[in-house]
């Protein structure tokens, strides 16, 4: 009985050699990227490449660099390729990838939202803590995230504190659609109710034990000057705060007395540059209680206060 190899006529033959020699190698392919990547003057282009197939496959970086040797699909492999022209042509990776990490959430971010940055982090930090040391075992009460963007802020204190609930609120309609897929991609354990308004307009009537934003807190100038993978992507809605930068941060100040609970705690993230103006302008508006806190770089970037 003849084998099946000869049964394979010449021309077949070299027709299946020619398209298994076209079907790339995931090493090759990371290669490619990672000098396309260079090209564009990225830095950490090979990391880079690995980061952006890890993304397209919902893989691991580790695994990536394992699967090295197996074969791409042309599916993914066109998936693969539009996503380093996206980067190369300067969009942040996180809205490439669709996602970003943000303390013990992998939340889903595109231009509609502001990237969550480690900095941002830290601001939970405070507060966590904070709740902690005043309510200890005991229900920490109610908490409002002014500006929620994609809601990192709001579902991390939801699923990491003991609040009763978060009442995350944002201007932009388009933000608040992002946060709600990310409310249903965390499902947290304890109640958190999307608004939509301007500063505390969405709050009227009611007061909170603690009173949570990152708000825009660049100026006009400095928005103009930013690099072009933020000013040309990110939301401006997001970053500018006025020609000074602190509209948000003057009005938040002002306004946040009558929603927050006796003892309740506002807690900001202000640009580092000014934040000893923010201090000063807290002392103003009758802020007794208040003081900075540095970042994990070590700069005066949290903004707390209490309210006596």
Sequence with gaps: ????????TPSVLNTLKSELAAVPALG???DTAAETLCAAGLPNARRQAAWLWAGVART???Q????RPRSVSPAALERYRAAVARRAAGEPLAYVIGTVGFRTLELWVDARVLIPRPETEGLVDLVLAWASRTAGAAS????ADVGTGSGCIGLSLAVEGR???VVATDLS?????VANENLHRVAPPVPVELRHGPFFEPLVGERFAVIISNPPYVSASEFAALAPSVRCFEPRLALVSGAAG????RRMLREAPAYLGDGGMLALEVDATRARSALEMAHRHGWGDSRLERDMFGRERYLVVIKE
């Design 1 to 8: 009985m003849r084998s099946l190899m000869a049964s394979v």
């Design 28 to 30: 090759s392919v990371l």
């Design 60 to 62: 691991t970086v580790g």
């Design 64 to 67: 990536t660099w394992l699967e």
């Design 140 to 143: 920490w009460g109610a908490v």
């Design 163 to 165: 609040f009763a609930r």
């Design 173 to 177: 309609r388009a933000a608040l659609e």
């Design 246 to 249: 602190m509209e948000h941060v």
